[in-house]
């Protein structure tokens, strides 16, 4: 990703310092934001981060492109704030996705009464 540029507007979307440390390590050059308002969204617009998978989706059905943090915890250092070291030695990376939304699912049966 070192220093590429895309058409609309980027953001990386993380409120840890060591998540933005690694990214500016890598070269990416794009805005920093904490939280992510979908209807700020256009066309063309570039989101990274750990989104939750609706948000993803959003990102996709407005014509964003959108770039997941991906990294393989191990389950002693889950909920541990890491440094851009550590994400580097767990080999942390930016993967693009296409997330799209396929609609609710239905509601389960319920069972009948035993009685």
């Given at each position: 990703?070192?220093?590429?540029?895309?058409?609309?507007?980027?953001?990386?979307?993380?409120?840890?310092?060591?998540?933005?440390?690694?990214?500016?390590?890598?070269?990416?050059?794009?805005?920093?934001?904490?939280?992510?308002?979908?209807a700020?969204?256009?066309?063309?617009d570039?989101?990274?981060g750990?989104?939750?998978?609706?948000?993803?989706?959003?990102?996709?059905r407005?014509?964003?492109?959108?770039?997941?943090?991906?990294?393989?915890?191990?389950?002693?250092?889950?909920?541990?704030s890491?440094?851009?070291?550590?994400?580097?030695?767990?080999?942390?990376?930016?993967?693009?996705?296409?997330?799209?939304?396929?609609?609710?699912?239905?509601?389960?049966?319920?069972?009948?009464?035993?009685?």
């Amino acid at each position: 990703m070192g220093g590429t540029r895309f058409a609309g507007r980027t953001r990386f979307v993380t409120r840890h310092a060591g998540a933005l440390e690694w990214a500016r390590r890598l070269g990416v050059d794009a805005e920093v934001v904490a939280h992510l308002d979908p209807a700020d969204l256009q066309a063309g617009d570039v989101v990274m981060g750990t989104l939750p998978i609706q948000l993803a989706a959003e990102v996709c059905r407005r014509g964003g492109r959108y770039f997941h943090l991906v990294i393989d915890l191990p389950a002693d250092l889950r909920g541990v704030s890491l440094t851009a070291d550590d994400m580097q030695r767990l080999g942390a990376s930016l993967q693009e996705y296409r997330v799209e939304y396929l609609g609710a699912a239905a509601k389960p049966e319920t069972e009948p009464d035993a009685g």
